[in-house]
């Protein structure tokens, strides 16, 4: 069992950034696929990025050049650096994790965080 807390969400102007950053509780966390997904109003949740637990990266093209993926297999933490943020950016954003497997579907994903609400303001 795997229990996950994002935090660092907030308000901010376009071209600003944020970090986002997930907590996880649980053992064995670096066997772990961890995932950053959002969802906007009204929309299906979508992957953002990706870090596997051979630290493969991945990112949706939406977000490549301006977002970075990062754990600390130490600390049982994700996290997600936002740069150049749009207002297409806004949206809740859920950290998952998925245990020993790669994948950038939501419905393969084990466990979810509560999400933090990101707000990109033009």
């Known amino acids: 069992q795997v229990q996950l807390v994002e935090s660092g969400g907030g308000l901010v102007q376009a071209g600003g950034s944020l970090r986002l950053s997930c907590a996880a509780s649980g053992r064995s966390f670096s066997s772990y696929s961890m995932g950053w997904f959002r969802q906007a109003p009204g929309k299906e949740r979508e992957f953002v990025a990706g870090?596997?637990?051979?630290?493969?990266?991945y990112y949706v093209d939406s977000v490549k050049g301006r977002f970075t993926i990062s754990r600390d297999n130490a600390l049982n933490t994700v996290s997600l650096q936002m740069n150049s943020l749009k207002p297409e950016d806004t949206a809740d954003y859920y950290c998952?994790?998925?245990?020993?497997?790669?994948?950038?579907?939501?419905?393969?994903?084990?466990?979810w965080g509560q999400g933090t609400q990101v707000t990109v303001s033009s």
């Open positions: 870090i596997s637990w051979t630290d493969y990266t």
């Open positions: 998952a994790a998925d245990y020993k497997s790669w994948t950038i579907k939501v419905s393969e994903y084990d466990y």
